[in-house]
């Protein structure tokens, strides 16, 4: 199942913007939005009464991709480095405002961090039937393919990149958001209903010489009957059109001559994008103190966006119980440290949404236990923590934010009654959507005294309504 959720510091936004285009910056961001979940679940509860509010909780999560984080989190991050410096110009005008005062190579190193990509994978080192995705492999030829051909004569890079068994009408889908454009691709000629799909492919997530990624085809002895030939020229031509390049085929009847092939693919690696995956990947950023910094400032935030989304999924889904004393929930950080900021955060924010309703509803108290991933030991969020294997959690999350899914196996043997892994996706599935529920009927903001006719406003309700236009609007306070 795709997901899509993302937070990006408005900091980081701003200071990227001087350097690098919006187009690209926006579509890197955009990739990171997208994630998908793997679900083993064994209770349901019922929490339709609390559907009004954890709906606005959805969307709040949700409003963009990406979108703003809570103030709060934007302030713990920049304030772990000492960045939390406000902008004096932007106070005098009643908003709230960070600057980043950097060097060059925090710069460089905050965009580097926007290209994921997970250093340790290396293909040669796993066993094949631990890679998940091999399962989708269709033929012998696929396999020599991706397991051998391509890591001998291009970057191990590509090992990560390449989708496998992308269907052919989502590429189109997600290349125009419109159903009448896919159809004419199509031409009226092919069924989009039959689950088409290309053997490999990598969608890039912005448009590279005017492409929107690139598939690869493993041709057999089939594709040379006229039908066949007919039908995969009717996919070029719908592809192309969709501004894709031209799908490389590769016969397996010409197998002798893949280096030529595999060259096409090598040739990308001197695009900007591919060179900073390449320097990612031998050059790690979270073995270098700037870079430590630049993927807490960048990869954080989405990391806790996933983990928030996957909650509020759970509670509207009647996974986890919100009548519940206390959620007993284990995290464990293949990569990126976040859960303890995400379950704090995502505390606060169902808490204030609730209290802006009634007094009555408590949230459940959140017992978190975190165990960070040692690479990130230079993270000011890394936690020494350990799951307890005999414990049993109401809730276990294996989260990463540099590996693609389907890569490998993830989940650890652990007790749990709702078991998570999530991981970053190689494209977009599916479209968002916002959750819609019945008018909430929230408590007054105050009453007007009958005496002096002066409204008194109810103290508290306003503080809470004050956090939202802070971390929604970023300004300080309401007009008088």
């Not at 040669?124 to 004569?153: A, G, T």
């Not at 989405?302 to 284990?330: D, T």
Request: charged share 25%; hydrophobic share 35%; glycine share 4%.
């Amino acid at each position: 199942m795709q997901l899509q959720a993302g937070y990006v510091l408005e900091s980081v936004k701003n200071l990227l913007k001087k350097t690098y285009s919006l187009d690209v910056l926006m579509g890197l961001f955009k990739q990171l939005s997208y994630f998908t979940v793997d679900i083993e679940s064994s209770k349901t509860f019922n929490n339709h009464k609390y559907e009004d509010l954890l709906s606005v909780a959805h969307n709040l999560i949700s409003r963009g991709l990406p979108t703003k984080p809570s103030l709060y989190l934007e302030n713990e991050l920049l304030k772990a480095h000492s960045l939390n410096k406000q902008d004096p110009q932007a106070s005098e005008l009643g908003s709230i405002s960070y600057q980043i005062d950097h060097t060059n190579d925090l710069n460089q190193k905050i965009y580097r961090a926007l290209h994921y990509i997970d250093p340790q994978f290396h293909v040669e080192n796993i066993p094949r039937e631990q890679i998940k995705s091999w399962e989708n492999l269709d033929s012998p030829f696929e396999e020599k393919f991706y397991f051998e051909e391509l890591p001998k004569r291009a970057s191990s890079i590509w090992l990560q990149l390449l989708e496998k068994q992308r269907e052919l009408e989502n590429i189109l889908r997600f290349s125009t958001d419109s159903k009448d454009e896919v159809e004419k691709y199509f031409n009226g000629t092919i069924n989009l209903h039959n689950e088409q799909k290309v053997d490999f492919s990598v969608e890039f997530p912005y448009q590279i010489n005017g492409k929107r990624g690139f598939i690869v085809e493993i041709d057999g002895k089939q594709h040379e009957l006229p039908a066949q030939k007919s039908l995969d020229n009717q996919r070029d031509e719908a592809t192309i059109k969709a501004k894709w390049d031209k799908a490389i085929r590769i016969k397996t009847s010409e197998w002798h001559s893949i280096g030529g092939k595999v060259e096409l693919i090598r040739k990308l690696e001197n695009e900007d994008y591919f060179k900073i995956l390449k320097q990612n990947c031998s050059n790690p950023l979270f073995d270098d103190h700037n870079g430590t910094i630049a993927l807490d400032l960048t990869l954080i935030p989405f990391a806790i966006a996933r983990i928030q989304k996957v909650l509020i999924h759970l509670l509207l889904e009647g996974k986890l119980n919100f009548e519940a004393s206390e959620w007993n929930i284990a995290i464990l950080e293949r990569d990126i440290p976040c859960g303890i900021l995400a379950l704090v955060d995502f505390h606060d924010l169902l808490s204030s949404l609730f209290k802006l309703q009634s007094d009555s509803i408590c949230v459940p108290k959140i017992t978190v236990v975190v165990e960070s991933n040692e690479r990130f030991k230079k993270s000011k969020f890394y936690s020494s923590q350990k799951i307890d294997p005999t414990k049993n959690y109401d809730v276990f999350i294996d989260c990463s934010v540099l590996q693609r899914s389907g890569l490998t196996h993830t989940f650890r043997e652990c007790v749990a009654q709702t078991k998570i892994c999530i991981q970053s996706s190689y494209s977009p599935n599916t479209q968002r959507r916002f959750k819609t529920a019945n008018l909430i009927a929230y408590k007054e903001l105050g009453k007007t005294d009958i005496n002096t006719t002066v409204f008194v406003e109810n103290y508290e309700q306003v503080e809470v309504l004050k956090k939202f236009i802070q971390s929604v609007f970023r300004k300080m306070d309401f007009r008088p």
